[in-house]
């Protein structure tokens, strides 16, 4: 509302408003405070929360066992690498000599080439295949492929039929087997075929498998449909090949064993007439599917890939996965154009080299990417049309082989030269032949356990620091901290500091303070590393049972005690670090909707107070017109 400051009176009415509207708006001031004191408390609230989660962060990697199973390997032989895991290691030591390092495929061509622009491969491109027999694939051979990777994925795997009987075995009434129901009638892929029971109570799961497994070979076709077992103990046949050419199905034919054939698929609970069928594997070259209906036929089967295609041979069942395929273009065909392709193609399973055989001439050399018995170049040597000699073997694949010292020694053998868990917990690396026996020895990894326990140490007292800034009393300015006299605040840390200074019965150990960890006059807590590793060194389970909760609550050690209290107070929806800051930030709303009503309040107050003026200053303008009129008649009637 506009108004006209004082014009009549003279008044300075907008000071006198503003004045006014100060005293009125003290309650409002007054909750603006409150809201930003809530607020700030809140934030102080959690970053106590975030600070304790760190503590309890680094009291979850010692309070479980495994953490404690950390290594440390060393070996005798520089020759030798040995790599610990994380977790799950176990101390130990391993005497071996190295028998043989892994070694790759390696052929040479027969014949020397004259010079690099020799061309010896004129068909252009070579087909490479690699990792598909974890598919389930036995060879890959392509045809008039687009130069470049092809994708090939395995998008559904192949299972086999099942028929799956209900009679849990041992059931009520047994299953007893006689001359009356010794029949089943099973048609396997489309053949019926009689299999005849041996006479016995069937009341144990395994010993009934293994007689209906005999039954089965002895009716001839045992290798092509298996008895085994439901997760409920309850009989189950399983074709042995997978696809949809696999089939199962207990039958009863009209004649005169049809009422046998029902009584045995009664006994055991099969359905008569139920038809299992297997599932197809599907595999999917450059957007275009094929399905593998039959496992178990080793004939090649070509795969569409769109332009081109792929033969392939069915070693097993198909599973989920891919393979890396590419077809290799050559360019101009000449060898240094194919050295260079094969080099950079992104799935090539060989390196190729020109290797200058002194002359002028050269001879193109081919190194398997992988190693190992199994290793193989992985591409179609009959491309190279330019070499009429073919290829010599300079390096057969071999696995590596270590043998394991002792009275009676054994061989460990590898395709690479790392042994992944020779020792739970280790990998041995051979990097070049030793000078002769290695010894590996495993460690518990001290020095990693305690790094762990000073991170908690450390993590603890960042928080205690930052306490006492947040509850501090300063007496010269007799002005206290945010949180001084928090309840909250001063139950989290005695609850931490109770965790981490009582005694823990359960251990061999007993007091903290006896593996290192104590808290000083001043209020913070101490790591001396010295002590932590001898106690470590002398009895190591008992350290551990000192951090650990190794019996499920029942007296639990110092960091599973941490990991109690954290939870307790920062867990969502309970903890009472989190509740409270919650509670600090609703009551920072509420006194938020009081600002707000108190300002629609105020600024109606001052709408009010400036009419209330403005009418003042009509008010006298009108009687000063007023008293200049009637001073006008007087002097009027005085003339």
Do not use: C
């Not at 009275?407 to 690396?429: I, K, M, W």
């Not at 007091?511 to 470590?536: C, I, M, N, Q, Y």
Request: charged share 20%.
């Amino acid at each position: 509302m506009s108004t006209v400051d004082g014009l009549i009176t003279g008044l300075d009415t907008a000071s006198i408003i503003n004045q006014l509207m100060e005293i009125e708006r003290l309650p409002q001031t007054r909750a603006q405070q409150k809201q930003d004191f809530s607020n700030a408390s809140a934030d102080a609230l959690d970053e106590l929360r975030s600070l304790l989660a760190a503590v309890g962060d680094a009291a979850a990697e010692l309070s479980s066992g495994l953490d404690w199973e950390r290594v440390t390997g060393t070996s005798s032989d520089e020759a030798v690498k040995v790599t610990t895991s994380t977790l799950g290691g176990i101390p130990g030591s391993l005497d071996f000599s190295v028998v043989a390092r892994a070694t790759a495929d390696i052929k040479y061509s027969t014949d020397t080439i004259a010079d690099l622009d020799t061309v010896v491969a004129s068909g252009g491109s070579i087909f490479s295949a690699r990792n598909f027999s974890k598919l389930g694939l036995e060879s890959l051979t392509g045809t008039s492929l687009p130069v470049g990777e092809a994708s090939f994925e395995v998008t559904t795997a192949s299972d086999a039929a099942y028929l799956n009987a209900t009679v849990t075995i041992p059931s009520e009434p047994p299953v007893d087997i006689d001359i009356t129901n010794d029949t089943l009638e099973l048609e396997v892929n489309g053949v019926k075929h009689e299999v005849t029971l041996p006479h016995s109570t069937y009341d144990d799961p395994v010993e009934m498998v293994t007689q209906i497994q005999s039954a089965l070979d002895d009716a001839g076709i045992g290798d092509v449909v298996r008895a085994g077992l439901t997760p409920v103990d309850a009989l189950q046949f399983k074709t042995v090949g997978e696809g949809t050419a696999h089939t199962l199905q207990v039958t009863a034919s009209a004649g005169a064993n049809q009422a046998l054939y029902q009584a045995t698929a009664d006994a055991f609970g099969l359905t008569v007439g139920a038809l299992a069928t297997g599932v197809d594997g599907v595999i999917d070259v450059n957007g275009v599917t094929t399905n593998i209906t039959d496992t178990a036929d080793e004939t090649p089967m070509t795969l569409s890939a769109g332009t081109g295609s792929i033969d392939v041979v069915v070693a097993g069942p198909i599973r989920l996965g891919t393979a890396q395929v590419e077809q290799i273009g050559f360019g101009d065909g000449s060898l240094a154009e194919t050295v260079s392709a094969i080099n950079s193609a992104g799935n090539s399973p060989v390196l190729a080299a020109a290797v200058a055989v002194g002359d002028g001439s050269f001879r193109l050399q081919l190194t398997a990417t992988e190693s190992g018995d199994d290793s193989d170049l992985g591409i179609d040597l009959a491309m190279f049309t330019g070499l009429p000699g073919g290829f010599t073997t300079l390096v057969d694949g071999e696995d590596a082989v270590i043998e394991i010292q002792g009275t009676n020694p054994y061989q460990v053998r590898s395709s690479t030269n790392v042994f992944s868990d020779l020792l739970p917990g280790a990998t041995v690396e051979l990097l070049d032949d030793p000078a002769g026996a290695v010894e590996v020895d495993l460690a518990v990894d001290g020095d990693g356990i305690a790094d762990r326990v000073k991170t908690m140490v450390d993590a603890a007292n960042k928080l205690m620091e930052r306490v006492g800034v947040l509850t501090a009393y300063d007496a010269e300015t007799n002005q206290s901290a945010l949180l001084a006299g928090s309840s909250v605040v001063r139950r989290a840390v005695q609850t931490l500091t109770s965790a981490f200074t009582a005694p823990v019965a359960a251990s061999g150990v007993g007091s903290p303070g006896l593996a290192g960890v104590e808290l000083d006059r001043e209020g913070k807590f101490t790591f001396d590393r010295a002590v932590f590793l001898e106690a470590l060194a002398a009895d190591p389970e008992s350290v551990e049972r000192l951090f650990t909760d190794a019996d499920e609550g029942v007296d639990p050690g110092l960091a599973a005690r941490i990991s109690t209290v954290v939870d307790d107070a920062t867990a969502s929806g309970t903890g009472f670090l989190r509740t409270a800051a919650d509670a600090a930030k609703d009551q920072a709303d509420d006194y938020g909707r009081q600002i707000d009503a108190m300002e629609h309040r105020m600024v109606q107050r001052e709408d009010a107070l400036r009419r209330i003026y403005a009418n003042l200053e009509v008010a006298l303008g009108e009687l000063q017109q007023q008293s200049q009129w009637l001073g006008s008649q007087l002097s009027a009637l005085n003339a």
